[in-house]
């Protein structure tokens, strides 16, 4: 595997293995064990998804050592502020049964995320969180957060896809030192994406997959990519996307995809804020 070096000094591997949308235990904790075996080493998961005691059984049935792992999760926005983030930090590590976490981000750029962060500086200082972060936090609340406070977020994760490329979010993170992350790189399928005739011809010159072809770009444009999936096939496949080099042309080919715009839901919609205020509460 290789890594991208963070803000703090610690690593984070290019790729990375999500398990949003497995609700079933049994195959959250398998997909775990299958990616593990793969070889990926980041496991992306999230207080909201449900699954953190089945990650943690697929982490611990999967033989590799703790400390070879890159286990993340995230703070729901029900439990942001200082006392609720505490709280939810300890309850997602019990699930997970570990006793470090090597990456925490706060989830949404809504709520009292100014308390959150004191929280999370306290816990990284404490050693308990190696790094920590946000996502789906646009520019201008990254620097926000980042002037009042001490530790600058050493990620944040947001969609980026072919159809959703955030080239302005991307240039803004790489010139403040913060590590983008890719959720959603396939855009969850959507526009047919893996039938795309310029994807497919550019694998076709890699003898590579559309779905390699889109990992390599982000990683390309200096992106961890978090690929999920719960066919072992398909885990491998996009595994195996950091052995080839898209060209210049190839890139600029890519960008003319963009179609600007998130293919779920934009985060600055007051609708869209109202409905996330509204959803799960972090489960003791
Ligand atoms: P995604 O990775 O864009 O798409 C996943 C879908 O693509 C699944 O339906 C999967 O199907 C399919 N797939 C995967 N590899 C494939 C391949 N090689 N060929 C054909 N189909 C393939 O979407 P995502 O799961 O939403 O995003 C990835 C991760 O990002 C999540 O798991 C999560 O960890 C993170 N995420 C974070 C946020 C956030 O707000 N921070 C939001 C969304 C996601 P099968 O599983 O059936 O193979």
Redesign the pocket.
Known sequence: MEFNTLNDGNRIPKLGF????IPDPEVASQSVVDAIETGYRLI???ASYGNEEAVGEGIRNSGVARGDLFVTT?LWVSDTGYDATRKAFETSLRKLGLDYLDLY?I??PYGDVYGSWRAMEELQREGKVKSIGV??FQPDRIMDLKLFNDVTPAVN?I?I?PWNQQKESVDFLRENNIQSEA???????QHDI?NNDLLTSIGKAHDK?V?QVILRWLTQRGAVA??????RN?ME??FNSLDFTLTQEEMDQIASLDKKESQFFDHRDPAAVERIHGLVRHVD
């Open positions: 999500g398990v949003f949308q992306d998961t999230a995230k981000l989830h949404q996502s789906n994760q969609e896809n959720w959603a790189p396939f855009a969850e399928g893996f997959s779905g978090l690929a999920k999936s719960t066919h398909r496949e996009n």
